[in-house]
């Protein structure tokens, strides 16, 4: 564990799962349609094989580049679960905040 700042605590590694067409989380089944995701709820950053293979064809996106950029942006929800950013965003959609829109609480989080 490593240290991420006073008021935030200890950091802890999320784990990393490689999958191709399926992969069982704590929130149930996803398939590869789904692409990269995280999962809060087991903090594991789950990472579709089959999803750097259609940037490369589909795309032309390819190389360690691309798999490092989609990882920290996965890694970057991990955090966002850790301080406490996905809780608040939560709770600000069940009380009815904006929810449309390039300023809605979704994309600021996702940005």
């Known amino acids: 564990m490593r240290f991420i700042g006073r008021a935030a605590g200890q950091y802890k590694d999320p784990t990393l799962v490689r999958f191709r067409r ?20 087991d903090q594991r ?15 032309k996106a390819s190389g360690d580049f691309v798999q490092a950029y989609v990882i920290a ?5 991990h955090v966002q679960t850790l301080l406490g950013v996905s809780a608040k965003t939560q ?12 300023g809605s609480l979704p994309v600021r989080q996702e940005l």
């Open 22 to 41: 399926r992969v069982a989380s704590a929130r149930g089944l996803a398939f590869s349609t789904s692409g990269p995701f995280y999962c809060p709820a």
């Open 91 to 102: 709770a600000a959609r069940q009380q009815g905040q904006k929810m449309e829109g390039d």
């Open 45 to 59: 950053v789950c990472l579709d094989l089959d999803f750097f293979r259609e940037m490369s064809r589909r795309f």
């Open 73 to 77: 942006h996965e890694v970057g929800h």
